[in-house]
């Protein structure tokens, strides 16, 4: 991680001090590109920064290839197209946060939709802010229809709403190619990048929404026309509010612009059957006999073996694995977490003589007589218990499985890792179920 917080410092501050030479970014703008792609590449990897970097070439590029343009309107907007520290924020400042997210809760598809969604919607507004002024037709306001000058607040046009879906497309497309390896089968990549897609058209038209209502506009009595500047127009008159809330500018709609394509991307996804992989366990129809001393299948975990207790791993034990055993791995998650999938426990390269596991196994990568422990969802190498938010009794699955791979599987692999790696050498499996609630 150290490594990759190196790496994204060098990579964002070149890329930072090149969008500052041309004029796309103003020396705070650029000093906060910089800490933002530090946290996006270090804490999310290579995949992350892609998507950032994908957001912040295009709608640069535009802003400096159509500015001409926009600078004719410049008059109605509150700021320029070289971006300050503000305008990054508010634009990737949300998908930052998302990245932290996911450093929290690894193996949730959740903050990576949060984090695409939020980009894709800040996408969307700049393409539609940029191409839209090229537009031939009048704007018309989105809560009304009214007609009303180009670059009014709230005012949208054909040509806008296409540009800005197809800046969200193409966050949406970047996503699928570079889908995270750590998150391996827990989406569905292409139907993702729909509820993408339509997450980030929908933050759009959020932010014009907002710019029709409760944006903070204003009227220069001078140049007779409203703006988003204040307290100055470019005039040099002092502007009054004609409409909105004070506090609610520009960079504040775009935020929220973010903020709701990332809602929306999620909550698409969670809606739209097939996005999101049912995690069942399930490999292999050949079963074997598991169980655990402590509880019985279905019924509560004693709380000794959760974060109520001693958290200690619960014995387990097993017979009759087939023919051709070479490994076994062990997988304990939640699937009832907030969250999605919530992964206790991951043990593999486990001897194939063994017939069980003692009770508190210690934490450690490597555990002699036993096998390899990798990283759960607390990121730690061991078992960490349940430990569910106050409320219903979640479920808490032991799956084991008979693989025909030989004990060599590299060290702190997580859960989709492990997965990947056993895909077609799983020769049987079974399953132990118990309960906790707080």
């Not at 001090?17 to 910089?34: C, D, F, H, K, P």
């Not at 197209?81 to 450093?103: E, K, M, P, T």
């Not at 046009?157 to 540009?163: D, H, I, N, Q, W």
Request: neutral net charge; glycine residues 12%; charged residues 10%.
């Amino acid at each position: 991680m150290i490594m990759n917080i190196l790496i994204g410092l060098i990579t964002a501050g070149l890329i930072s001090a090149a969008a500052y030479r041309i004029e796309a970014l103003n020396l705070s703008g650029a000093l906060a590109a910089t800490l933002l792609g530090t946290v996006v590449f270090g804490l999310g990897g290579l995949e992350w920064a892609v998507l950032l970097i994908t957001f912040f070439v295009t709608s640069s590029a535009l802003s400096i290839q159509f500015g001409g343009k926009r600078n004719d309107l410049d008059q109605k907007f509150s700021k320029t197209s070289r971006r300050d520290a503000w305008q990054v924020l508010a634009n990737g400042g949300l998908a930052g946060l998302f990245v932290i997210l996911h450093f929290m809760l690894p193996q949730s598809v959740m903050p990576w939709l949060a984090f695409v969604g939020a980009l894709a919607a800040a996408n969307a507004d700049t393409w539609a802010t940029e191409l839209g002024v090229l537009s031939s037709r009048t704007p018309r306001l989105i809560t009304t229809g009214k007609p009303v000058e180009m670059g009014t607040s709230g005012g949208i046009t054909l040509a806008g709403t296409l540009a800005a879906l197809g800046g969200s497309a193409l966050i949406a497309l970047s996503a699928v190619v570079f889908w995270p390896e750590d998150l391996y089968g827990t989406a569905a990549p292409g139907l993702a990048a729909l509820a993408v897609a339509l997450g980030g058209l929908l933050g759009s038209l959020v932010d014009s929404l907002l710019g029709a209502t409760l944006q903070g506009i204003y009227f220069c009595p001078t140049c007779q026309k409203e703006t988003e500047r204040h307290p100055l127009h470019t005039c040099g008159s002092n502007t009054r509010r004609v409409r909105g809330w004070n506090w609610l500018n520009n960079d504040w709609v775009n935020g929220l612009c973010s903020f709701s394509g990332a809602g929306a991307a999620v909550l698409i996804a969670a809606l739209l059957p097939g996005v999101l992989t049912q995690d069942t366990g399930v490999l292999s129809m050949n079963t074997f006999p598991m169980s655990s001393p402590a509880f019985a299948s279905g019924q509560p975990i004693p709380a000794r073996y959760t974060c109520s207790g001693e958290n200690l791993s619960p014995a387990l034990q097993w017979s009759g694995l087939p023919d051709g055993t070479k490994s076994l791995a062990l997988i304990v998650d939640d699937p009832d977490a907030p969250v999605g999938v919530f992964v206790h426990w991951v043990v593999y390269n486990i001897d194939p003589t063994l017939t069980g596991l003692p009770e508190g196994v210690q934490q450690g990568a490597l555990v002699k007589g036993i096998g390899t422990q990798g990283k759960n969802d607390y990121r730690d190498n061991g078992y960490d218990g349940p430990c569910p938010p106050a409320g219903k009794a979640h479920r808490y699955y032991f799956k084991l499985y008979a693989l025909d791979l030989q004990p060599t599987l590299a060290n702190d692999l997580n859960k989709a890792a492990l997965m990947k790696a056993i895909q077609g050498h799983v020769l049987a499996e079974a399953q132990w179920m118990g309960t906790f609630q707080r």
